[in-house]
């Protein structure tokens, strides 16, 4: 496989351990964007599972419901927080795998498109390896829709999402964003239930599922060793490191 996103030729590892802190975690990936664009850091991959948090949009946040569902959602015990990157809201937590991929770029709006479709694939490729039908492409319905989404399917389950991403651009470097949902599904269908009522938005619950909802056994574990493995494959590895949540 070549290097789909056609970028560096080797990858700084940063394994963050879990933290208690949703807003640090997110927060941590612009911080590490904004280093990568003055050359303070090298390219980066960095990996962690997130604590539970419910990713507003920007268009969220202007809209009538928002009180309302940023208290369903810490009722259900989802941190809120308005994301910077675009899209509607989305829900994880320690059953998911947040990927960060920085990189240098002297125009970092040029080929945003193109990564999106580059690692849709490379995602939809990640998940197959690991025995799902995994797909690139829009669910009809789903919660934070999205054209280049990675959903699966089983037998003849309405397919759900597994993979949603999002972009970060700064002048000098670009952020590709990626959640992909393994584990435990069902407080993530439920809060997203109440938030999205409060929003008043129209969406298909049964869109949100997990990995392991597919494909019985799948853990973040598993998913997460054949990602590097993936990687592996197109990029070299610098040393792995947390990335130390302020």
């Not at 809209?63 to 015990?77: D, K, M, N, Q, V």
């Not at 580059?118 to 669910?139: C, I, W």
């Not at 809060?191 to 599922?209: C, F, H, I, M, N």
Request: proline share 7%; glycine share 10%.
């Amino acid at each position: 496989m070549s290097n789909t996103w056609q970028g560096a030729a080797e990858l700084a590892l940063a394994l963050d351990p879990p933290s208690h802190d949703a807003a640090a975690e997110l927060a941590r990936g612009i911080a590490l964007l904004r280093e990568v664009a003055v050359g303070a850091r090298p390219p980066t991959l960095r990996l962690y599972r997130p604590s539970p948090t419910l990713a507003f949009g920007q268009r969220d946040a202007r809209l009538p419901g928002f009180a309302e569902a940023a208290a369903a959602s810490t009722r259900h015990g989802f941190v809120p927080l308005v994301r910077r990157a675009g899209g509607r809201a989305a829900a994880y937590h320690r059953g998911c795998l947040v990927v960060d991929h920085i990189e240098p770029a002297p125009d970092a709006v040029l080929g945003t498109r193109a990564r999106f479709a580059a690692f849709g694939d490379f995602f939809a490729g990640v998940l197959s390896d690991v025995g799902l039908d995994a797909r690139v492409g829009e669910v009809p319905g789903e919660y934070c829709p999205g054209e280049y989404s990675v959903h699966g399917r089983s037998g003849g389950t309405p397919a759900v999402k597994l993979v949603g991403t999002a972009q970060r651009v700064v002048a000098g470097a670009w952020l590709f964003s990626s959640v992909i949902v393994v584990e435990d599904s069902v407080p993530l269908r439920a809060v997203l239930a109440d938030v999205y009522s409060a929003l008043g938005l129209e969406w298909q619950p049964s869109t949100a599922g997990a990995a392991e909802d597919l494909a019985p056994g799948v853990t973040v574990a598993v998913v997460e060793a054949a990602l590097l493995k993936a990687y592996g494959a197109v990029v070299g590895f610098g040393e792995a490191r947390p990335t130390n949540l302020p």
